[in-house]
């Protein structure tokens, strides 16, 4: 559906039409292990990260590292063209390979990928309903709606994740409010105002629309936060309840949950990234806290944690924190990884940041055939 083409009874929420999914029975169930991939992201550096002695994050250093694989020298290859900021680092992240992504036309600044991405490679190999292959972003980055499927002529649609971000959220409210045709008039316009913008925002609108099991999501998120956006938090905290309750709700087999907020440090305050680190990990002691908890993820779950990009280290600059002119600090980041399979100990020697998805890949059981990167070498027992 082109969304200028937008008209309620399209829409199929009250009915709880589904878009089409992959044919079943073409592909095996999936018994592996759930995974859950953390992007410790808006770009970190190690200093502030992985440093035992000076990291805003002790729980990631001092608990999580020592229970798996622990990568302090992950590296972003300095490939000409390769831009270390998080679109980019994100898609080599999913991808397995650099460069594989490219502008859409329409709107400058958001990429989508031009090669499978694990979500595809995923439910390809397995039969997988797509609310079980979530990804969770950030609000206020739209250029991050479309990871969940990629261009060209790979899988594509049929095998992309969902999507939960605060943005689809308001897709869903101003659509049920359309709908329920309760609000008196003023507010009615309104209400169409906020959604054509936030169709505005993302060329690929609404679609395709989100399954019936999303969908409840919303409802129960919605009975719970109300309209206002008020009650809900904000900032990489929301991203961890989305996280949360989705785990509870929707048993995703693959979750990637993309923290952004330390990239708040372009605007000024370098306390504002400090902060936004240690949110992220208490963010990571409630993600592991509910996977414990869940027989369904208790002892069947990998996490992969790792950055999307460094960031500078020139104390001489205004703001010595960005991560655009290709510093060797920008380069660098690190990955924690553990669960069942998983080795324990130190990898003491460079790897590339493409080695990360040839790894969930293998972890899953499936081949991430386009990835240029390969598997870890000692990551699982
Ligand atoms: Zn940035």
């Known amino acids: 559906m082109d969304r200028r083409q937008f008209t309620l009874g399209s829409l199929g929420l009250a009915a709880g039409l589904a878009a089409p999914s992959p044919i079943h029975g073409e592909t095996p169930a999936y018994r592996g292990p759930n995974v859950i991939l953390v992007r410790f992201g808006g770009g970190v550096r190690r200093a502030e990260t992985i440093d035992a002695a000076a990291t805003w994050a002790p729980f ?3 608990v999580l590292a020592p229970r798996g694989t622990f990568i302090p020298d992950l590296r972003i290859d300095r490939l000409e063209g390769v831009n270390t900021s998080h679109a980019e680092g994100t898609l080599n992240l999913l991808t397995g390979r650099y460069l594989a992504y490219r502008e859409l036309s329409s709107v400058g600044d958001r990429l989508e990928p031009t090669e499978p991405t694990l979500f595809e490679y995923l439910r390809r190999s397995f039969d997988i309903p797509s609310h079980q292959v979530l990804l969770v972003n950030g609000e206020d980055r739209p250029q991050e709606e479309f990871f969940t499927f990629g261009a060209g002529d790979h899988f594509g649609i049929d095998y992309r994740s969902e999507m939960l ?4 959220y308001k897709l869903y409210r101003t659509a049920q409010q359309l709908a329920e045709a309760s609000l008196p008039e003023d507010q009615v316009l309104k209400v169409q105002e906020e959604r054509q913008t936030l169709l505005t925002r993302d060329p690929r609108g609404a679609t395709p629309d989100p399954s ?7 409802a129960r998120w919605r009975q719970d936060f109300g309209d206002t ?5 904000r900032g990489d905290r929301l991203l961890t309840e989305l996280s ?3 785990m509870a709700e929707l048993k995703p087999r693959f979750l990637m949950v993309n923290y952004q907020d330390p990239d708040y440090v372009h605007w000024g305050n370098p306390s504002h990234y400090t902060r936004a680190i240690a949110i992220i990990d208490e963010g990571l002691q409630r993600l592991t806290t509910a996977v414990d908890a869940d027989p369904f993820y208790r002892e069947n779950t990998i996490f992969v944690i790792t950055p999307d ?10 703001v010595p924190f960005q991560h655009h002119f290709n510093s060797r600090s920008a380069h660098e980041t690190w990955a924690v990884i553990f669960g069942p399979g998983i080795g324990k100990g130190v990898i003491d020697k460079p790897v590339d940041q493409s080695a990360i998805a040839p790894t969930i890949a ?4 499936f081949a991430a055939t386009r990835a240029e990167g390969s598997v870890i070498d000692g990551a699982f027992l």
């Open 244 to 246: 949360v309750r989705a």
């Open 60 to 62: 990631l250093r001092h």
């Open 212 to 218: 019936p099991e999303v969908n409840a999501f919303w």
């Open 229 to 233: 956006g008020l009650k809900n938090p």
């Open 362 to 365: 293998a972890a899953m059981g």
């Open 165 to 168: 971000s605060l943005h689809r």
């Open 309 to 318: 990009c460094g960031r500078d280290a020139n104390p001489l600059a205004e």
